[in-house]
């Protein structure tokens, strides 16, 4: 999905920031063609940088053609995307390696969970995941369901469910994660975080989470924020600070 720099972006180019961003705390923007729109959750400077965003399709909305020089993220939300290799239902989730291209539409509307040029170096490959087709293993605990959706080096991405009421447990990340709550909530000593909930916590950062009372369905992806951050000690040392 191509992207151009938005001069309203909601910004934080430090990946040493804790953020969490809540339904309505931010506005939907024009996107790069008509009938889509867009919330920036998190954007670097200049045209080549990392993006984080919802995007909205009207129906009918579609994309030119485009090459994605960094690799491509999505995790269809609603509705139904379409491209070249099909039309991609609520629950698909695919990455678009460098260098490859589409031009995706969406005929009856759809909203997507989206992330640009954020592939690790060296993972250049292209896949496809419908997670209403794929099975659920247990996790760390017979309260916790875990499916997996990419592995590269030390980054994971999976969906994860916890049983209501889990939690509580100091939880260390030292390769800092992201969180997309996508149903149910939980909480931590911060704060409480419904669906539609983004969440990045920098490497080294910790906190106590606890599922709510109908438990929490979320996407996470875990280890890629030092890597992104060039594994300095110095940022993991600033981010522990900062938790």
């Known amino acids: 999905m191509q992207e151009p ?5 909601h910004r934080h180019g430090s990946l040493a920031e804790r953020i969490a961003i809540a339904p309505g705390d931010l506005q939907w923007a024009r996107g790069s063609a008509p009938g889509i729109r867009r919330m920036v959750l998190d ?8 993006l984080t965003a919802f995007m909205r399709f009207a129906p009918g909305a579609r994309c030119v053609e ?4 960094g690799g ?12 070249e290799r099909g039309v991609h239902r609520a629950g698909t989730y695919f990455r678009n390696g460098p260098g490859s291209r589409h031009a995706p539409a969406s005929p009856g509307g759809c909203t997507i969970f989206l992330k640009l040029r954020q592939f690790a ?11 209403t087709r794929m099975r659920w293993s247990r996790g760390r605990s017979a309260q916790t369901s875990i499916m997996p959706l990419h592995a590269f080096g030390g980054e994971r991405t999976r969906l994860v469910h916890w049983r209501a009421g889990i939690g509580g447990a100091p939880v260390r990340h030292p390769g800092g994660t992201e969180i997309l709550v996508l149903d149910g909530e939980f909480a931590d000593e911060h704060g409480r975080y419904g669906p539609g909930t983004w969440m990045r916590l920098p490497p080294g950062c910790w906190h106590r989470p606890r599922a709510g009372r109908r438990g929490v369905l979320a996407w996470i992806k875990t280890g890629h924020l030092r890597v992104a951050a060039g594994a300095s000690d ?3 040392r600033v981010a522990e600070a900062t938790a």
């Open 66 to 69: 485009h090459e994605h020089a």
């Open 121 to 131: 170096p060296g993972d250049v490959g292209s896949s496809l995941v419908d997670t």
């Open 72 to 83: 491509e993220e999505i995790l269809v939300l609603a509705g139904a995307l379409a491209d």
């Open 43 to 50: 954007a670097a400077d200049g045209a080549d940088g990392r």
């Open 234 to 236: 110095r940022l993991e």
């Open 5 to 9: 720099a938005h001069p309203n972006s």
